[in-house]
């Protein structure tokens, strides 16, 4: 390892990643951005981790070994601590970069220094590294200022920010399972953030992903940050609306089934927009109309409510915007 400082720094946290970790692991070496150190902590993994990491003969790792398993929220901590570069990214054990990742995103970095995180869409990929459906997300600073009040508007591995940024937040231990989401919302008020319109990450879903195992306690979380985010937005709520609020948000279909429960959100999604587009009537709401349809048409379908699918209080709102999105989820064959 030379004591030049890297201009980036990637920090991988690994856990019983030992399937996935060697392709993750090329996937960063293999970037066409050379300056780099890639800060590979093993997290008390019993697998065969280590002896993968230690396969690769490149100056550029550093290799960290917790003495046991201290998370991930404490791990990523610190990788950040032991950072030395300008900019940092976080790369999960199971996720796999693109070649072109880190230098579009250091070039936009260098180029705009009013702009402090950098993120990109991504693909899906299965176990066997199949590839799935293409994930976009909001891309401009205003719409991703506008969204990070409801959803997380960075995929954790597919971002770039500058370190000092994240040097004097952190992750925060409370929010595990949500510790991204929140690191971001806290950023997004002293910086800007965009996500550059292409997929730059394939991103791994399994049976062992954070998000799916531990559902209830990512949306716990979340509520913390989702009311914080009605509040700044100047909508009122009640503690089931906001219940309603957080489960529609990731989309969890399973919650609205029972007799009542769609006529509720729907409810609830009619006063969300109108309150919101009288309040902030500066901000470009398209991005948010899209994803508010889109879940909506999703669970009411999945409700097997017909009615409520075609004709909900969102499309008395603005037909123009509503029912475009529904024929189109329709001809892409979502349901």
């Not at 999604?269 to 991005?287: A, F, G, H, M, W």
């Not at 999945?302 to 969102?314: H, I, S």
């Amino acid at each position: 390892m030379t004591n030049q400082a890297p201009l980036v720094s990637v920090v991988m946290p690994v856990y019983k990643a030992e399937k996935y970790l060697a392709a993750s692991i090329k996937g960063i070496l293999d970037q066409r951005h050379q300056n780099l150190e890639l800060i590979v902590i093993n997290d008390g993994s019993p697998d065969r981790s280590a002896d993968i990491i230690h396969s690769f003969q490149d100056d550029r790792i550093r290799y960290v070994e917790n003495e046991k398993n201290l998370g991930v929220v404490c791990t990523r901590n610190k990788g950040i601590s032991l950072s030395r570069g300008k900019y940092i990214s976080f790369n999960d054990a199971d996720d796999i970069p693109l070649p072109f990742k880190l230098e579009h995103q250091v070039n936009y970095l260098e180029n705009n220094p009013e702009i402090g995180i950098c993120g990109t869409f991504y693909q899906l990929i299965d176990q066997e590294g199949n590839p799935g459906e293409k994930i976009t997300l909001p891309a401009s600073s205003a719409d991703v200022a506008l969204m990070a009040k409801f959803i997380n508007p960075f995929c954790n591995s597919a971002t770039l920010t500058r370190s000092d940024l994240v040097k004097a937040v952190g992750f925060e231990k409370n929010f595990e399972y949500s510790e991204d989401f929140r690191l971001w919302t806290q950023l997004l008020q002293q910086t800007k953030g965009v996500n550059l319109p292409e997929y730059s990450l394939l991103y791994r879903v399994h049976g062992n992903n954070i998000s799916i195992v531990n559902k209830q306690a990512m949306w716990n979380r979340s509520k913390v940050i989702h009311r914080e985010g009605l509040t700044t937005l100047g909508v009122p709520f009640t503690d089931d609306e906001l219940d309603l609020h957080t489960k529609f948000l990731y989309c969890s279909q399973e919650d609205f089934t029972a007799p009542g429960r769609l006529s509720e959100l729907d409810h609830w999604l009619t006063k969300l927009y109108r309150i919101v587009k009288i309040k902030n009537p500066e901000l470009d709401q398209l991005s948010l109309k899209k994803l508010l349809f889109e879940n909506w048409i999703a669970i009411s379908f999945y409700a097997r409510n017909f009615r409520k699918v075609l004709f909900p209080g969102l499309a008395l709102i603005s037909p123009l915007d509503y029912y475009p999105v529904f024929f189109k989820k329709i001809a892409k064959k979502i349901f």
